[in-house]
Structure formats: C-alpha cells, structure tokens
C-alpha cells in the first residue's frame, strides 16, 4: 500500500507511490498491477501520475509492464 497525492510543501502519507513504483522496478518484476481506490474521484491526477508518471519511472527502472486498475465494484 502506498499513498499517491502529494501537495504543497507538507509532508504527507508515506510510502509515497512514486517510490514505491521506482523501487519495485529495480527489482525488474515482469508485471506490476496498480489498483487505484481513488480512482474514480481523482481521475485525471491518476491518469497523470499513475498511468503516465509511473508506468514511465517503472518501465525507466527496470520493471516489465505496469497495469492500472480502478477498485473492483
């Protein structure tokens, strides 16, 4: 588990999604699954920072393929 929204100076809820992404791409994993609870509130900063961001800082450190899903209904 990993927190995403990051605003501001603050420090906010760790460990921050981005590093997580980055650390589990250096460990070169075939297949990364993202499932996002917030996705369907914040649609557009998941799109941004998940799906674009991190697929490439994934892909960037190694990791295989990173797929996103939204929480299952």
Do not use: N
Not at 37 to 64: M, N, S, W
């Amino acid at each position: 588990m990993s927190f995403q929204s990051r605003f501001g100076k603050a420090e906010w809820l760790k460990p921050y999604t981005s590093q997580v992404i980055q650390q589990l791409g250096q460990k070169q994993l075939s297949q990364l699954d993202v499932i996002c609870p917030g996705f369907v509130a914040d649609c557009l900063e998941t799109l941004e920072e998940i799906a674009i961001e991190g697929r490439h800082d994934y892909l960037q450190a190694g990791g295989k393929k990173l797929s996103i899903h939204p929480l299952p209904e």
